[in-house]
């Protein structure tokens, strides 16, 4: 008796969770995919008609802003890398006892709603703000330089956006790393450099690992970020859903576009994982 | 300089045949860590001189800065005042990697994500060996401490004593000058550590490289060093082979710290044949080789191995004290008693569990304590 109850705990610990994921993830996800396959419209109602031919359909329409997206997506990963594991690894190993002051200073901006850290980039990055503005009248800049409604504009959005969650996971990892293990490499008569790229980073994979998923995904089904600071050439697969969502009720298409953005993500992550060798990783993390 | 000799220096084969003069040398080394509150004295003031092929140890209670006086000589801290010396050469301020010592860290500190054989071979890489060089020393030196057959596994799938040897052959590939060894063995259990104690001291011999050895445990340090240099906040209390602070403990301190030591106190009375004696009641008496003068206090340390029980008083030449059994602890080989002595001060007694000498005394029997004069040393008080 009293075995069998050990044995059923873990799961009965588990249930809750089993139950939020049910309710609200996958029964929303065969919603979604029974959605995408009616016909009709908002007034006359929508009648399972399984439709399978809106699937060729959106690809072929949205190919454009899904490869945009994935591009942006992609763009602001590296951004978050080149400017994220620096900053990360600047906190682990030289934060000395302000490591917490600077956690919270990374996140602060999260207490500010997004659209509203959007929109103040938006405010500092115009065309006569108070960036672009000040280097124009100093005559750094062209009169006609621009930021705002371009590609860069978006991307560097995203990348702040999505910062935290670079730096975070990476931190994580490089804060575990034994200190005398980076000591026995310099002990071993490598350089700075080589400590680092032999050891220090492969042992802070699987936190870049993390990171690249926790930034990529997101940001390639962002849209605050290219509807507040793109213009009409940057608009993103998120613009697209948001607005056959919200705007033109076309539920359809929009969860249709929805499961062709997850899988070509899901493909992707799958393989990225494989490449990286995740076990592998995973292994290093359980020492 | 120092790390290009070692790559074509041959593995000596006995410690004085290699270069001129001390391996490494401590000149009035201190070090101060400054802290939030001010500094802490970590080391005040160490002269240290160590020869080649030597097994030296630090012995020290906890705190007492003997990783931080090794980790000056690897070059992770720079001594606050006075210089380290490396083949007689200055190295203040030369980085970790380009000194010709390697150092065993307490945690083994391997590398996780590498095999056996990767790390081992890392330091070799470093300094850009050949690799069929580098193939053949890690199967070497992996043979020398008997993992050949672990090569190709992670250090998480070893065990501690398995991963200790690989932090000992990461370090000995290399050919260091010296190797440094901080508490390589605290993390064993007993019967692991003994074993390791042994080998350690096989694979030192074979190598003949200059062994420096962190430690806390005296047991240790008696057994396998060729010097211990005893440290007690900071400073050097005493240096010598294991017999000289075994036998006559320079301090106070170094009595206490290096096994069991008993601790007499009395005053000189006078001189009987060479020894000063201090006389107790009743005939019991101390003998004792001291400069002090007639009337001094003085401490005296006597090894409870050293002391003699029994049921009749000793003959005069003896130091003898009478006291009461407090307890018997039966050991195998040996019996352990504590004594507490007419004075009142309490003494410990091992004695041999030879056939006949068994069951010598009972709890609560008077016994009489004797041992030679020259069993004795006297300590400033
Ligand atoms: N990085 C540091 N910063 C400040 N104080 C330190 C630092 N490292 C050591 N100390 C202090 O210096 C003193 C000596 O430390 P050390 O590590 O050398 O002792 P130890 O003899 O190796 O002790 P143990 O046997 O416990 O390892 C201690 O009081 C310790 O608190
Ligand atoms: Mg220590």
Redesign the pocket.
Known sequence: MARERTTATPYLLAMPGWIWLAAFFVVPIIGMLWMSLMTGNIVTGFQPTFNFGVYPQVIATYWEQILRSLAYGLCATLLCIAIGYPLAFWIAFHGGRNKATYLLLLLLPFFVSQILRTISWKFLLADNGVILGTLKSAGLLPDGAHVLSTSTAVVFGLAYTFLPFMVLPIYAVLERVDHRIVEAAHDLYASRIQAFVRVVLPLSLPGLFAGVLLVFVPSSADYVNASVLGGTHNTMIGNIIQSQYLVNNAYPVASAITFVLMAILLVGIFSYAKALGTEQVMEVQAK | MATTTTEETPVPQEPSTRGGGAAIALEGVAKA?R?GHGT?D?VRQVDLTIEQGEFFSLL?P????????MRMIAGFEEPTSGVVRLAGEDVTGVAPNRRDVNMVFQSYALFPHMSVADNVAFGLKRKKVAAVEITRRVTEILELVELGDRAKYKPAQLSGGQQQRVALARALVNRPSALLLD?PLAALDLKLRQAMQIELKRIQREVGITFVY?T?DQGEALTMSDRIAVMNKGVIEQLGTPAQIYETPATRFVAGFIGTSNLVTGVVARGVGGYSRLDYSDGQQVLVRTDAISGEHVLVTVRPEKIHLGKHQPGTDLSRLRGTVREVVYMGSTTHYAVDTAQGTGMTVFQQNVSDASNLAERGDTVWLSWRPEHSYALPS
């Not at chain 2, 906890?62 to 006086?69: H, M, N, P, Q, V």
């Open positions: 860590y802290s802490i970590a020290g906890s705190g007492c800065g003997k990783t931080t006086t508490e962190v806390h």
